[in-house]
């Protein structure tokens, strides 16, 4: 098990859940009454599915071929994607979530409430991949020190 062969597969797990994870959080918050066609909706959520998969795709790609990399700092950079669906949701008009104290603190710009706190949050799919890279990572880690 190859550190970049693992990296590889997990970004592109990352780069194809990402779309859906945004189309899913804005499908599920958006009222009916938006004053927007479903079309349009549709577009804007893949406007921002891409633009997630450009910025954020390449920022794992880099990260993850990294042996010194953390697996919560691949969290943290997952959690930067919550401004894709946000900005759609805030163009939308669409209510804000109740936040507790804590959420407020810690994301006080997720007025949505839709930052992951892990992998299966984004998409049950990037579990496995998680837990193979970091695996590999680990590894290459250990041998490094040798």
Do not use: C, N
């Not at 945004?22 to 938006?34: S, Y």
């Not at 919560?72 to 936040?99: C, D, I, K, M």
Request: net charge negative; aromatic share 8%; glycine share 6%.
């Amino acid at each position: 098990m190859r550190l970049r062969e693992t990296a590889l597969r997990f970004a592109d797990a990352i780069y194809v859940a990402l779309p859906i994870w945004i189309d899913r959080t804005v499908t599920g918050q958006v009222g009916t009454d938006t004053g927007f066609s479903d079309e349009e909706i549709a577009v804007f959520i893949e406007r921002a599915g891409k633009a997630a998969q450009a910025d954020i795709g390449s920022a794992a790609r880099q990260m993850l071929g990294d042996a010194t990399t953390k697996p919560a700092q691949v969290l943290e950079l997952l959690q930067t994607a919550v401004h894709y669906p946000t900005g759609v949701l805030h163009y939308l008009q669409a209510s804000e979530a109740e936040r507790g104290a804590f959420a407020q603190t810690a994301w006080p710009e997720d007025i949505y409430s839709l930052t992951p706190k892990s992998m299966g949050d984004i998409d049950e799919s990037l579990e496995e991949p998680f837990i193979r890279w970091d695996a590999a990572r680990k590894l290459a880690g250990a041998r490094r020190r040798r």
